[in-house]
């Protein structure tokens, strides 16, 4: 017997230059970029070496080992799941990766209700014309090359039935959505022709002008400045599509308070709330919306977990109740109500937030339904103490939260 054969280690997997593992794992990995996830080369060469750890005789840790290496995201997960199954689910699986012979990506028929990512991503490419090279993965961009209706189309879309490539598009469409906020009368004056107080010094400099004789008195009115707005943001899982987008609108429209001609520009406060409370507002100051959404999204901790919007109200009012500006703020609740905390606390707090800010305006994604009604605990203690609600689940209806907001500070 030959001793030296039997101490060298033997691969479960064969010989992966000339098999065709990495590169089913390859086209596995460009499926997941279809669908969003983010997957580079080196997350596709930890792939191979995590399979040659757990071997292919369980899918299930397969699975495992894959989505370890390959999902750096919580919102990923499941669509990394589906992708998986959808991908691998032959019943020999274990076989045919042992003999290596697995092809690219057997048999489509998509699973009943998939995510429209994973669907795009399992979609098969477009035929190129005859002569024609095949085109490589590329972002899809949004040109003037779009048809009319395609555009309508995609203002009309719920945010969470939108493709990956849709997404996207839709996510710079939201970015041009303007915000002009009411503005309301601040502390500080400055010369006008109306007001209470006489402005002294201009009045009498221009005296000066005319050989003492006063010829106009110059008052000091109050300035005008956006209305303080304070964004308390859902991050469960139920809002993993709203979520991004939202921030996204709210940090460009904002931004461009200065540029629309105001005096001042809105740095809104921002919290996201899942399980627990979490300040986004130096976010914010990000003059990029990009990098904003990045640093976001390394602070918030609980992001696709539950909802206890009582306790984060809580702990806003133990912690940050100095940033409600008396009772002129306008506050903007994004979420669907689905609260799994006591119904008593949020009815508790809510009605101390009440007590100190303007209006309390409830944007819910759940109103897209025609016939919804807040039967959940959490949604009918919101709708009882909010001012107002409106849908927010498609570019539309972000573009008529202006004029929704404006009605509601005439009440």
């Not at 086209?27 to 792939?47: K, P």
């Not at 098969?124 to 993965?137: C, T, V, Y």
């Not at 469409?173 to 107080?197: E, F, K, M, S, Y």
């Not at 308070?257 to 914010?284: C, E, K, M, Y």
Request: aromatic share 4%.
């Amino acid at each position: 017997m030959n001793t030296a054969a039997h101490s060298r280690p033997v691969s479960q997997l064969g010989d992966a230059r000339s098999g065709k593992l990495a590169g089913n794992l390859s086209a596995f990995g460009r499926t997941l970029r279809r669908a969003g996830v983010r997957v580079d080369a080196s997350r596709i060469a930890l792939a191979q070496q995590a399979v040659q750890w757990v071997g292919v005789a369980r899918k299930h840790d397969l699975g495992a080992a894959l989505e370890a290496v390959l999902v750096s995201r919580e919102q990923d997960r499941a669509v990394f799941r589906e992708l998986f199954d959808a991908f691998f689910r032959d019943p020999d699986l274990a076989k045919k990766l042992l003999a290596q012979m697995l092809p690219t990506a057997e048999g489509r028929a998509a699973p009943p209700r998939q995510r429209p990512r994973v669907r795009e991503a399992l979609a098969p490419p477009k035929a190129a014309r005859p002569g024609e090279p095949p085109k490589p993965d590329q972002e899809v961009d949004l040109d003037a090359a779009m048809t009319a209706s395609a555009l309508a189309r995609l203002k009309t879309a719920d945010f969470n039935q939108l493709t990956a490539s849709e997404y996207t598009l839709v996510e710079r469409l939201v970015r041009d959505i303007p915000l002009p906020l009411p503005t309301v009368a601040a502390r500080r004056t400055r010369a006008g022709g109306r007001g209470a107080r006489v402005h002294w010094g201009r009045t009498l400099r221009q005296a000066a002008q005319t050989g003492g004789d006063v010829m106009a008195i110059t008052r000091l009115q109050r300035r005008r400045q956006p209305l303080p707005l304070l964004v308390l943001m859902d991050v469960s899982g139920s809002m993993e599509r709203y979520t991004r987008l939202l921030l996204a609108f709210l940090h460009a429209a904002t931004a461009r308070a200065l540029v629309a001609g105001q005096r001042q520009s809105i740095r809104p406060d921002v919290f996201a709330f899942g399980t627990r409370l979490t300040d986004l507002s130096a976010s914010f100051r990000q003059a990029d919306t990009d990098a904003m959404l990045v640093e976001a999204g390394a602070h918030i901790q609980d992001y696709a977990g539950g909802t206890r919007l009582g306790e984060s109200l809580a702990s806003l009012h133990r912690h940050h109740a100095r940033r409600l500006v008396g009772r002129r703020t306008l506050v903007l609740i994004v979420s669907d109500g689905l609260d799994t905390g006591e119904p008593e606390l949020l009815a508790q707090e809510l009605a101390w937030l009440r007590r100190h800010t303007r209006r309390i305006l409830w944007l819910n994604p759940l109103l897209r339904f025609d016939g919804y009604q807040p039967l959940a605990r959490g949604a009918a203690v919101l709708h009882q103490a909010c001012d107002g609600t409106l849908a927010v689940h498609n570019v539309t209806k972000l573009n008529e939260l202006a004029s929704a907001i404006a009605v509601l500070m005439k009440k």
